[in-house]
Nanobody, 120 residues
Framework: VQLVESGGGLVQAGGSLRLSCVAS????????MGWFRQAPGKEREFVSL????????DYSDSVKGRFTISRDNVKNTVYLQMNSLKPGDTAVYYC??????????????WGQGTQVTVSS
């Protein structure tokens, strides 16, 4: 599975962005899809995940209530709607495919990342 993220960019605090992750090479319908992020000088951290059906989701406490994950298995795409962005959300955001877990080690396929920068 090849994963390609898009939708990152520069936004002011309080603004919104919608990230997309398009998969190719294999359908993602059998995978849990996750979003992780890595800020400068910090380790990569879990942001959100969604199960194969789209009915089960999970979020880190830092984004809960502001971010929404969704998926379209027909389009082989997963999305991350990010609202009320804060400077602390600045990071490279990665899409990943794997199993139901917030641990990096549970994900088998990774995208190259997309930069999100939130200015104050």
């Amino acid at each position: 599975v090849q994963l390609v993220e898009s939708g990152g960019g520069l936004v002011q605090a309080g603004g919104s962005l919608r990230l997309s992750c398009v998969a190719s090479g294999r359908t993602i319908s059998g995978y849990v899809m996750g979003w992780f992020r890595q800020a400068p000088g910090k380790e990569r951290e879990f942001v959100s995940l969604i199960d194969w059906s789209g009915r089960a989701t999970d979020y880190s406490d830092s984004v809960k209530g502001r971010f929404t994950i969704s998926r379209d298995n027909v389009k082989n795409t997963v999305y991350l709607q990010m609202n009320s962005l804060k400077p602390g959300d600045t990071a490279v955001y990665y899409c990943a495919a794997g199993s139901y877990s917030n641990l990096e080690s549970s994900y088998y396929y990774w995208g190259q990342g997309t930069q999100v920068t939130v200015s104050s």
